[in-house]
């Protein structure tokens, strides 16, 4: 695990695309000084590993945006999500608590213990959590400068089988689940990446996990900034948990260009 790894990557499109890739799971990157407030042996953290990311989702915003008539632009987290999750509340709102997952996480998908007891959140908060927040509300900003509307499309992905710490895993769990969100998610783009997602199989609806992310600068209340996040479940592309990317891959990532190249017009 590298020691001073880069926190977040943003990856210019075109100057006309709306459209932000937001890949925030995709690493396991976690800095030295991080990994010593976890609480895992080594071979423990690197089985959580194979577990929690989303491998292989920065490859297909990739090579999706690679293949797009308009480039769209990426963000993408360069750090695990065991550091800091930047699509959780910070706060109380966020439900995810429950599990121990909040905008730090303290226990494990197998809900063991991933931090001491009464760890401190407030540094990883401040020199993590804070930044990239800031770092995406401005991106967010630059769309709608440049272009009048920001679409932000959520690439993840999700296992096979339910995991202990879902607070919602006796649901649907579809080749692809669109995760909405109530004021940010318009029915045209919800249209768009169902028929842009058909070639792959069933999409599902807020099942196994629901809503999208849109930095709170933004949320509920700028309609001009739309959401979606998109859940593909991992063994229509990789071997699992936390093994190589296959064929499906390719498939997805042109699905996912297609939903780009229809919103973006």
Same mark, same amino acid.
């Given at each position: 695990? #590298?020691?001073?790894?880069?926190?977040?990557?943003?990856?210019?499109?075109?100057?006309d695309?709306?459209?932000?890739?937001?890949?925030?799971?995709s690493?396991?990157?976690?800095?030295a000084?991080?990994?010593?407030?976890? !609480? &895992?042996?080594? #071979?423990?953290?690197?089985?959580?590993?194979?577990h929690?990311?989303?491998?292989? +989702?920065?490859?297909?915003?990739?090579?999706?945006?690679?293949?797009? @008539?308009? +480039?769209?632009?990426?963000? !993408?987290?360069?750090?695990?999500?065991?550091?800091?999750?930047?699509?959780?509340?910070?706060?109380? /709102?966020?439900?995810?608590?429950?599990?121990?997952?909040?905008?730090? $996480?303290?226990?494990?998908?197998? *809900?063991?213990?991933?931090?001491?007891d009464?760890?401190?959140? @407030?540094? &990883?908060?401040?020199? $993590?959590? /804070?930044?990239?927040?800031?770092?995406? +509300?401005?991106?967010?900003?630059?769309?709608?400068a440049?272009?009048g509307r920001?679409?932000?499309?959520?690439?993840?992905?999700?296992?096979t089988?339910? &995991?202990?710490?879902?607070?919602? @895993?006796?649901?649907?769990?579809?080749?692809?689940?669109?995760? +909405?969100d109530?004021?940010? =998610?318009?029915?045209?783009? &919800?249209?768009?990446?169902?028929?842009?997602?058909?070639?792959?199989?069933? =999409?599902?609806?807020?099942?196994?996990?629901?809503? =999208? $992310?849109?930095?709170?600068?933004?949320?509920e *209340?700028?309609?001009? !900034?739309?959401a979606?996040?998109?859940?593909?479940?991992?063994d229509?592309?990789? #071997?699992?948990?936390?093994?190589?990317?296959g064929?499906?891959?390719?498939?997805?990532?042109?699905?996912?260009?297609?939903?780009v190249?229809?919103?973006?017009?």
């Open positions: 695990m #590298a020691d001073t790894p880069q926190s977040y990557d943003l990856l210019p499109g075109a100057g695309s709306p459209v932000i890739l937001h890949v925030p799971h690493s396991r990157e976690i800095p000084e991080v990994r010593s407030g976890i !609480v &895992l042996g080594d #071979a423990e953290l690197e089985r959580e590993l194979d929690i990311t989303d491998a292989h +989702t920065a490859e297909i915003a990739e090579a999706a945006a690679g293949a797009a @008539g308009v +480039t769209p632009w990426r963000f !993408v987290n360069g750090l695990s999500r065991l550091v800091i999750d930047p699509e959780r509340f910070p706060d109380e /709102r966020e439900e995810m608590l429950a599990s121990g997952m909040g905008a730090v $996480y303290t226990r494990t998908t197998h *809900k063991e213990a991933l931090r001491p009464g760890f401190d959140h @407030g540094p &990883l908060i401040e020199r $993590y959590f /804070r930044p990239y927040a800031q770092a995406m +509300t401005e991106a967010v900003a630059d769309r709608l440049a272009t920001a679409v932000i499309i959520d690439v993840h992905s999700y296992p089988a339910p &995991l202990p710490y879902e607070l919602h @895993g006796a649901g649907p769990r579809p080749p692809v689940c669109l995760g +909405t109530a004021f940010h =998610t318009p029915p045209g783009l &919800l249209d768009a990446a169902r028929e842009a997602f058909a070639p792959c199989g069933e =999409t599902g609806l807020d099942s196994p996990f629901a809503g =999208t $992310y849109v930095p709170l600068e933004f949320y *209340k700028r309609a001009e !900034v739309t979606l996040m998109v859940e593909i479940r991992r229509m592309y990789m #071997a699992e948990p936390g093994g190589p990317a064929p499906g891959l390719r498939d997805l990532a042109s699905a996912l260009r297609t939903l190249d229809a919103v973006s017009r």
